[in-house]
T-cell receptor, first 106, second 113 residues
Framework: KNEVEQSPQNLTAQEGEFITINCSYS?????LHWLQQHPGGGIVSLFM???GKKKHGRLIATINIQEKHSSLHITASHPRDSAVYIC????????FGKGTKLTVNP | DGGITQSPKYLFRKEGQNVTLSCEQN?????MYWYRQDPGQGLRLIYY???????QKGDIAEGYSVSREKKESFPLTVTSAQKNPTAFYLC????????????FGEGSRLTVL
Protein backbone atom coordinates (compact mmCIF):
# COMPACT_ATOMS: atom_id res chain seq x y z
CA LYS A 1 0.00 0.00 0.00
CA ASN A 2 1.37 3.42 -0.94
CA GLU A 3 2.14 5.79 1.91
CA VAL A 4 0.12 8.54 0.21
CA GLU A 5 -3.05 7.75 -1.71
CA GLN A 6 -4.95 10.31 -3.75
CA SER A 7 -8.44 9.95 -5.15
CA PRO A 8 -9.72 10.18 -7.72
CA GLN A 9 -6.86 9.66 -10.17
CA ASN A 10 -8.73 11.53 -12.88
CA LEU A 11 -11.60 13.97 -12.58
CA THR A 12 -13.61 15.73 -15.28
CA ALA A 13 -15.98 18.53 -14.34
CA GLN A 14 -18.10 21.20 -15.96
CA GLU A 15 -17.27 24.85 -15.35
CA GLY A 16 -18.86 26.06 -12.13
CA GLU A 17 -18.94 22.70 -10.37
CA PHE A 18 -17.63 22.13 -6.84
CA ILE A 19 -14.53 19.90 -6.87
CA THR A 20 -13.13 17.71 -4.10
CA ILE A 21 -9.80 15.88 -4.24
CA ASN A 22 -8.83 13.56 -1.40
CA CYS A 23 -5.51 12.55 0.13
CA SER A 24 -5.01 9.75 2.68
CA TYR A 25 -1.65 8.99 4.22
CA SER A 26 -0.10 6.44 6.55
CA UNK A 27 3.13 8.18 7.63
CA UNK A 28 3.69 10.57 10.49
CA UNK A 29 3.74 14.17 9.38
CA UNK A 30 4.61 17.65 10.52
CA UNK A 31 3.00 19.22 7.44
CA LEU A 32 0.91 18.37 4.39
CA HIS A 33 1.39 20.17 1.09
CA TRP A 34 -1.05 20.62 -1.78
CA LEU A 35 0.68 21.39 -5.07
CA GLN A 36 -0.58 22.25 -8.54
CA GLN A 37 1.29 21.07 -11.65
CA HIS A 38 0.48 22.79 -14.91
CA PRO A 39 0.59 21.05 -18.30
CA GLY A 40 4.02 22.54 -18.96
CA GLY A 41 5.36 20.80 -15.87
CA GLY A 42 5.94 23.67 -13.46
CA ILE A 43 4.68 23.13 -9.90
CA VAL A 44 3.16 25.74 -7.64
CA SER A 45 2.58 25.36 -3.93
CA LEU A 46 -1.08 25.93 -3.04
CA PHE A 47 -1.18 25.15 0.68
CA MET A 48 0.97 23.91 3.49
CA UNK A 49 -1.01 22.89 6.56
CA UNK A 50 -0.60 20.91 9.73
CA UNK A 51 -4.07 21.28 11.22
CA GLY A 52 -7.52 22.63 10.52
CA LYS A 53 -8.39 24.48 7.37
CA LYS A 54 -6.94 27.08 5.03
CA LYS A 55 -8.62 29.13 2.32
CA HIS A 56 -7.18 31.04 -0.59
CA GLY A 57 -9.60 32.50 -3.07
CA ARG A 58 -11.71 29.63 -4.46
CA LEU A 59 -9.47 26.97 -2.94
CA ILE A 60 -9.98 25.39 0.46
CA ALA A 61 -7.77 22.76 2.09
CA THR A 62 -8.65 20.78 5.18
CA ILE A 63 -6.77 18.21 7.20
CA ASN A 64 -7.88 15.71 9.84
CA ILE A 65 -4.78 14.56 11.70
CA GLN A 66 -6.57 11.80 13.62
CA GLU A 67 -7.98 10.26 10.44
CA LYS A 68 -4.82 11.00 8.40
CA HIS A 69 -6.85 12.55 5.66
CA SER A 70 -6.88 15.84 3.76
CA SER A 71 -9.17 17.31 1.14
CA LEU A 72 -8.70 20.03 -1.43
CA HIS A 73 -11.86 21.78 -2.55
CA ILE A 74 -12.30 24.08 -5.52
CA THR A 75 -15.46 26.18 -5.60
CA ALA A 76 -16.91 27.53 -8.86
CA SER A 77 -14.38 25.60 -10.95
CA HIS A 78 -12.98 27.17 -14.11
CA PRO A 79 -11.13 25.73 -17.12
CA ARG A 80 -7.95 27.43 -15.90
CA ASP A 81 -8.10 25.12 -12.85
CA SER A 82 -7.28 22.19 -15.17
CA ALA A 83 -4.03 20.75 -13.86
CA VAL A 84 -2.60 17.88 -11.83
CA TYR A 85 -3.03 18.32 -8.09
CA ILE A 86 -0.43 16.63 -5.89
CA CYS A 87 -0.52 15.89 -2.18
CA UNK A 88 2.78 15.58 -0.30
CA UNK A 89 3.24 14.69 3.35
CA UNK A 90 6.06 14.22 5.80
CA UNK A 91 8.40 15.67 8.33
CA UNK A 92 12.09 15.70 7.41
CA UNK A 93 11.28 13.72 4.26
CA UNK A 94 8.30 14.34 1.98
CA UNK A 95 6.35 11.54 0.34
CA PHE A 96 4.38 12.50 -2.75
CA GLY A 97 1.11 11.14 -4.05
CA LYS A 98 0.78 10.28 -7.73
CA GLY A 99 -1.51 13.21 -8.38
CA THR A 100 -5.09 13.83 -9.48
CA LYS A 101 -5.58 15.06 -13.02
CA LEU A 102 -8.42 17.58 -13.14
CA THR A 103 -10.04 18.70 -16.38
CA VAL A 104 -12.65 21.44 -16.24
CA ASN A 105 -14.68 21.84 -19.42
CA PRO A 106 -16.31 25.16 -20.39
CA ASP B 1 10.95 38.73 -8.84
CA GLY B 2 12.15 35.97 -6.54
CA GLY B 3 12.06 32.43 -7.76
CA ILE B 4 13.86 29.35 -9.00
CA THR B 5 15.35 29.10 -12.47
CA GLN B 6 16.11 25.75 -14.06
CA SER B 7 17.97 25.27 -17.32
CA PRO B 8 17.84 23.91 -19.87
CA LYS B 9 14.12 23.20 -20.20
CA TYR B 10 14.73 20.43 -22.72
CA LEU B 11 17.91 18.42 -23.12
CA PHE B 12 18.87 15.52 -25.35
CA ARG B 13 21.93 13.42 -24.76
CA LYS B 14 23.52 10.31 -26.12
CA GLU B 15 24.07 7.26 -23.98
CA GLY B 16 27.34 7.39 -22.09
CA GLN B 17 27.41 11.18 -21.77
CA ASN B 18 27.21 13.12 -18.53
CA VAL B 19 24.87 16.09 -18.44
CA THR B 20 24.48 18.88 -15.88
CA LEU B 21 21.16 20.53 -15.04
CA SER B 22 21.29 24.01 -13.57
CA CYS B 23 19.19 25.26 -10.64
CA GLU B 24 19.48 28.82 -9.30
CA GLN B 25 17.32 30.49 -6.63
CA ASN B 26 17.20 34.08 -5.38
CA UNK B 27 14.83 33.41 -2.47
CA UNK B 28 17.63 33.19 0.10
CA UNK B 29 16.47 29.68 0.98
CA UNK B 30 18.77 27.35 2.88
CA UNK B 31 17.25 24.06 1.67
CA MET B 32 17.34 22.90 -1.94
CA TYR B 33 16.16 19.65 -3.53
CA TRP B 34 16.26 17.68 -6.74
CA TYR B 35 13.31 15.47 -7.63
CA ARG B 36 12.69 13.10 -10.49
CA GLN B 37 9.22 12.62 -11.97
CA ASP B 38 8.25 9.65 -14.13
CA PRO B 39 4.83 9.05 -15.72
CA GLY B 40 2.32 7.60 -13.26
CA GLN B 41 4.63 8.02 -10.27
CA GLY B 42 4.99 10.52 -7.48
CA LEU B 43 8.03 12.76 -7.25
CA ARG B 44 11.09 10.98 -5.89
CA LEU B 45 13.93 12.69 -4.06
CA ILE B 46 17.38 12.44 -5.65
CA TYR B 47 19.49 14.74 -3.44
CA TYR B 48 18.93 17.54 -0.99
CA UNK B 49 21.05 20.20 0.67
CA UNK B 50 20.32 22.14 3.84
CA UNK B 51 23.41 24.32 3.85
CA UNK B 52 26.28 25.37 1.62
CA UNK B 53 28.96 22.71 1.09
CA UNK B 54 26.72 19.96 2.48
CA UNK B 55 24.26 17.64 0.76
CA GLN B 56 22.59 14.31 1.41
CA LYS B 57 21.43 11.43 -0.76
CA GLY B 58 17.73 10.96 -1.28
CA ASP B 59 15.88 7.80 -2.25
CA ILE B 60 17.29 7.44 -5.78
CA ALA B 61 20.78 9.01 -5.73
CA GLU B 62 22.60 6.30 -7.71
CA GLY B 63 23.95 7.66 -10.98
CA TYR B 64 23.57 11.31 -9.92
CA SER B 65 25.86 13.86 -8.31
CA VAL B 66 25.39 17.38 -6.96
CA SER B 67 27.35 20.29 -5.51
CA ARG B 68 26.39 23.23 -3.30
CA GLU B 69 29.25 25.72 -3.50
CA LYS B 70 26.93 28.74 -3.29
CA LYS B 71 23.68 29.18 -1.39
CA GLU B 72 21.78 30.10 -4.54
CA SER B 73 23.02 27.29 -6.78
CA PHE B 74 22.45 23.51 -6.68
CA PRO B 75 23.41 21.86 -10.00
CA LEU B 76 22.61 18.21 -10.71
CA THR B 77 24.82 16.01 -12.88
CA VAL B 78 23.25 12.96 -14.48
CA THR B 79 26.13 10.59 -15.05
CA SER B 80 26.51 7.75 -17.51
CA ALA B 81 26.04 5.40 -14.55
CA GLN B 82 22.35 6.32 -14.32
CA LYS B 83 20.66 3.40 -16.05
CA ASN B 84 17.39 5.07 -16.97
CA PRO B 85 17.98 8.83 -17.07
CA THR B 86 15.11 9.86 -19.36
CA ALA B 87 12.76 11.75 -17.04
CA PHE B 88 11.46 15.13 -15.91
CA TYR B 89 13.68 16.73 -13.28
CA LEU B 90 12.43 19.33 -10.81
CA CYS B 91 14.47 21.54 -8.52
CA UNK B 92 12.86 23.01 -5.40
CA UNK B 93 13.80 25.11 -2.41
CA UNK B 94 12.39 25.97 1.01
CA UNK B 95 13.35 28.02 4.04
CA UNK B 96 13.77 24.90 6.17
CA UNK B 97 13.61 21.23 5.31
CA UNK B 98 10.95 20.09 7.73
CA UNK B 99 8.36 22.85 7.66
CA UNK B 100 9.08 25.23 4.84
CA UNK B 101 6.76 25.94 1.94
CA UNK B 102 8.18 24.48 -1.27
CA UNK B 103 9.04 26.57 -4.28
CA PHE B 104 9.67 24.74 -7.57
CA GLY B 105 11.42 25.54 -10.81
CA GLU B 106 9.79 24.92 -14.19
CA GLY B 107 11.60 21.62 -14.65
CA SER B 108 14.07 20.11 -17.11
CA ARG B 109 13.06 17.30 -19.44
CA LEU B 110 15.99 15.02 -20.25
CA THR B 111 15.80 12.54 -23.09
CA VAL B 112 18.55 10.02 -23.71
CA LEU B 113 18.79 8.94 -27.32
Amino acid sequence: KNEVEQSPQNLTAQEGEFITINCSYSVGISALHWLQQHPGGGIVSLFMLSSGKKKHGRLIATINIQEKHSSLHITASHPRDSAVYICAVGSEKLVFGKGTKLTVNP
Amino acid sequence: DGGITQSPKYLFRKEGQNVTLSCEQNLNHDAMYWYRQDPGQGLRLIYYSQIVNDFQKGDIAEGYSVSREKKESFPLTVTSAQKNPTAFYLCASSTTRATGELFFGEGSRLTVL
